[in-house]
């Protein structure tokens, strides 16, 4: 029983031997890979080394990937609208924006064309009403082949009895302080045309009439009233296209009317019985003769 006993001990502490001395092996082996890996990723190994380029191909210079390739783009520049009146000088400079074609006699232009629905036009806007609402209707908005030529031009919707008017703004109303400088100018002209679904539907001709408004800060800066019929032997209810000169002298006669800041082309009729019609206006313009 002693014999088996020792035997058994014996045979176990070998076999416990065998097992440290295999764990042993294995835990040397695996640092010995440990320095190894460690030691090539502080310093190259020499087995991983590539080989150096041969002199006959120097490195390209680092002149030719410049930094400024790389470099932020600037801030875009700001477009939308102040939400300021500009200062006066570039208010004054900004008037002039609707002028884009003018034909000139000496230091003065024979022709300044404030808006032809084409090329000048601007950021023009206009507006329309009447006062027999809700039995009335107005509105006021270019429209592409109602022009002269088939241009685009603007048509000026009225129905109804009572006042109806209607203005186109050259400026669209800003800057606040915009405006055209006419006091040169002897003649506010313009192509016009009115159809009507009858004569009797047609505006009142000794009713129909012009009005230029400014921009300046007096109160009711607005022109003399002009009336267009009296202008012209011809018929302008004739579903025609017609010029008509309105003088500036009639037009400036009132004392309030500043022509250095015209900005506004308004028309307004008014009748006692209800109408229903359409005034198309083209090639608004102020001329020396």
């Not at 685009?152 to 209607?166: D, N, P, V």
Request: charge should be positive; proline fraction near 7%.
């Amino acid at each position: 029983m002693m014999v088996f006993r020792y035997d058994t001990i014996r045979n176990t502490v070998l076999a416990r031997r065998l097992q440290l001395t295999t764990y042993k092996t294995f835990f040397t082996g695996w640092c010995s890979l440990s320095v190894l890996f460690i030691g090539c990723m502080r310093a190259p190994c020499t087995c991983a080394t590539a080989p150096a380029a041969p002199a006959a191909l120097p490195k390209a210079p680092v002149a030719a990937i410049p930094c400024v390739a790389v470099a932020t783009a600037p801030a875009a520049t700001q477009v939308s609208p102040p939400t300021a009146a500009p200062p006066a000088a570039e208010a004054a400079k900004a008037a002039d924006v609707s002028q884009v074609r003018t034909e000139k006699a000496g230091s003065v232009a024979q022709r300044k064309i404030a808006w032809d629905g084409d090329e000048n036009s601007g950021n023009a806007k206009g507006w329309a009403d009447c006062d027999k609402k809700p039995d009335c209707k107005a509105n006021l908005a270019p429209v592409p082949g109602r022009g002269r030529n088939k241009s685009r031009g603007l048509k000026f919707h009225g129905e109804g009895a009572g006042w109806i008017g209607g203005g186109w703004n050259l400026f669209g109303w800003w800057p606040e302080n915009g405006g055209i400088d006419v006091t040169d100018y002897k003649f506010l002209r313009m192509a016009i045309r009115i159809e009507a679904r009858s004569p009797e539907a047609a505006p009142n001709p000794k009713n129909l009439n012009v009005v230029l408004v400014c921009s300046s800060k007096k109160k009711n800066c607005n022109s003399a009233m002009v009336g267009l019929a009296k202008l012209t032997s011809e018929n302008l209810f004739d579903a025609n296209w017609h010029d008509v000169a309105v003088p500036m002298a009639q037009l400036t006669s009132k004392s309030d009317f500043d022509p250095k800041t015209v900005w506004e082309v308004d028309l307004n009729t008014w009748s006692e019985t209800p109408k229903n019609f359409e005034i198309y206006i083209d090639d608004i313009t102020f001329s020396v003769n």
